[in-house]
């Protein structure tokens, strides 16, 4: 497994928790805490400049996927974004939603403002752009060049099977960025 540290364009407060997988070629701005088993592509951009990005696990995050964390307004500023788990972005991606819950697909080319909220199970389709204040109701499915709506019976299925994929082949082909959280141990028994 080719690992290497520190190739990767990183910030000082980037937090990579054990068994997640992060690329070298990928851009990590800010405070940034991501969870385990989450893959990180080459050429993905992930900038926390309004406040931190707290990525879950079981996400796949691939090539050329932004996903931003921007104040507009002094009033925004400090806010945290939070990733729930089981998200995919696909490539081309650029998001920057209030919150993400859990198991959500961003399909390539998909945009999400910085006033959006994607709650559980949402589908936002290829090339759809929500750019106005809303919050989605869970298992919403946005499609079409008119991004109409309709609410699926069930949220995506986990990627479980492509996370495990990817953490055998991505090693082969990219250097990989070593995690520097390691897993929750149980703590030492103290002497009195």
Do not use: W
Request: net charge positive.
């Amino acid at each position: 497994m080719a690992t290497q540290q520190n190739k990767a364009n990183l910030g000082p407060n980037v937090k990579i928790a054990a068994g997640a997988l992060v690329c070298d070629g990928c851009e990590l701005i800010g405070d940034i805490t991501i969870g385990s088993r989450t893959v990180i592509h080459p050429k993905a951009k992930i900038i926390a400049d309004a406040g931190p990005i707290i990525i879950g696990e079981f996400n796949i995050i691939e090539e050329l996927v932004t996903i931003a964390n921007k104040s507009s307004t002094d009033a925004n500023s400090g806010k945290v974004l939070i990733i729930g788990n089981n998200n995919v972005f696909e490539v081309g991606a650029h998001v920057e939603a209030v919150r993400i819950g859990d198991h959500n697909v961003f399909e390539s080319k998909s945009k999400v403002g910085a006033k959006v909220e994607v709650s559980n199970g949402c589908i936002i389709g290829c090339g759809c752009v929500l750019g106005m204040s809303e919050a989605l109701p869970d298992n919403t499915v946005v499609y079409g060049a008119k991004c109409e709506r309709r609410i699926q019976k069930e949220r995506p299925a986990a990627q479980t099977l492509q996370i495990d994929f990817l953490t055998k082949i991505l090693p082969n082909y990219h250097y990989l960025v070593k995690p520097n959280i390691q897993p929750r141990s149980s703590p030492a028994p103290t002497k009195k």
